[in-house]
């Protein structure tokens, strides 16, 4: 999730200060690395980390999408970079944004925090093995669950749309039914709903809002409806398509069922993004502008909800717009943009003309190879090729017919020509 989508590096920072009274005005921003100065990821850091950025704010998050999204594009990560994310764990099974020095033991003063812990989660049940790791990471999430059945994103603040929906994603991942994850007999989908605006709202019909405002008032936000439309599905970061579905309309329900819910949500991002195919920033100062990291997640979620055909306006425009974007923002960028492709059934090494996959792994240790799943696509591809060649004008049967002229049998031809195509 984007997830997701967390927050700027200075929001997060905020957060850590001051306290969850601040989220509802960083809801907003789709990543951490997508808002923290950047420098071109060609050179990544020898240490197995991803990206050349401070890692202060968003060193788990991006680490934790880079990989996953290694594994969903076939790609065998290596083991420096996994072992620098298990490293970054707290005894307590918890996992802070950054510890620069991971040998020094987490103390009252470690922000910890349920999005690095979440999105760790996932990516390292993706790569395998880690038993301990994650049992004990899962046992602290577990721990800090709010009375209401949700996460905020500092342990014991109020709970927040994107924190559940990550959380949840945790669980679905690592085939926990959310709903027997339960405090005061509240389960995260409970909590979920409640940040479901009803259809009868003048503005924001059907989205997620972040949290309620001060007033106990829930505001649309695009950002928390990508991460509820996943959230309410069970759905974790690496969503496949979900069953083709006609385009959704707000329908109120005196409760809505998380199935009603996630339809009511995916209308109103359909509503959003009809008009450009790609959502605004909600940062001060930047609302004209194109939120990629966003449009990404809408991009999973509306494939999700009702089939890759809901997503493809928005789907088209990344694939137009956003290799710039992801280049200058690093690992976690490419995530995103690999994760809508996953859902969308793109191929992520031609993304609009972008090979994906090889230029998020030119940010980070280089991979220890490909999945066999992988090698296969690879191979397909230059069967193409070689069928493209065979079609050409002066392709093997122009071959063959010089050959003959030049008396050689016809049959250790068409051998040779088998043997080629065979894998």
Not at 233 to 247: F, P, Q, R, S, T
Request: hydrophobic share 40%; proline share 6%.
């Amino acid at each position: 999730m984007n997830v997701r989508r967390r927050s700027s590096a200075a929001a997060l920072a905020a957060i850590a200060v001051i306290g969850a009274a601040a989220a509802p005005a960083v809801a907003a921003d789709p990543s951490p690395s997508a808002s923290a100065p950047s420098a071109p990821s060609s050179a990544p850091s020898s240490s197995g980390l991803f990206g050349t950025t401070d890692p202060q704010y968003d060193g788990v998050w991006r680490q934790s999408l880079a990989l996953l999204a290694q594994k969903t594009a076939g790609v065998i990560p290596s083991s420096k970079a996994v072992e620098w994310l298990t490293d970054q764990q707290c005894d307590n099974g918890a996992f802070a944004p950054f510890r620069a020095d991971p040998a020094k033991a987490c103390d009252a003063k470690t922000m910890v925090d349920t999005n690095s812990t979440a999105a760790a989660v996932q990516a390292l049940w993706a790569v395998g093995g880690h038993g301990e790791v994650l049992e004990d990471a899962l046992g602290w999430l577990k721990s800090v669950q709010n009375k209401d059945g949700g996460w905020g994103y500092s342990p014991g603040g109020p709970s927040d749309a994107n924190s559940t929906s990550v959380v949840i994603g945790a669980l679905t991942a690592t085939e926990t039914d959310p709903e027997q994850v339960v405090k005061d007999g509240k389960s995260p989908y409970d909590a979920l709903l409640t940040f479901a605006l009803p259809c009868a709202e003048d503005e924001g019909e059907g989205a997620f809002a972040f949290q309620p405002d001060k007033d106990g008032k829930l505001l649309a936000n695009a950002d928390a409806t990508a991460a509820g439309v996943l959230g309410v599905l069970g759905k974790d970061l690496v969503a496949e398509a979900g069953k083709k579905a006609d385009a959704a309309t707000c329908a109120d329900a005196k409760k809505p069922t998380r199935e009603q819910a996630a339809a009511n949500g995916a209308a109103y991002l359909t509503a959003a993004l009809a008009e450009d195919g790609h959502l605004k920033s909600a940062l001060g100062g930047s609302a004209d502008q194109p939120d990629y990291g966003n449009t990404a997640d809408a991009v999973v979620a509306l494939a999700a909800r009702g089939g890759a055909d809901r997503a493809a306006k928005p789907l088209a425009w990344l694939e137009k717009n956003a290799a710039k974007w992801a280049e200058e923002s690093g690992p976690a960028a490419y995530a995103q943009l690999i994760f809508a492709a996953h859902a969308t059934g793109t191929d992520p090494r031609d993304f609009g003309g972008t090979d994906l996959v090889e230029s998020l792994n030119a940010t980070g240790p280089a991979p220890r190879g490909v999945t066999a799943s992988d090698t296969a696509t690879a191979g397909d591809k230059a069967a193409d090729e070689d069928e493209k060649k065979d079609d050409s004008p002066f392709g093997v049967w122009w071959f063959v017919g010089v050959c003959l002229v030049f008396g050689i049998g016809i049959g250790f031809l068409l051998s040779n020509r088998n043997k080629r195509q065979q894998p």
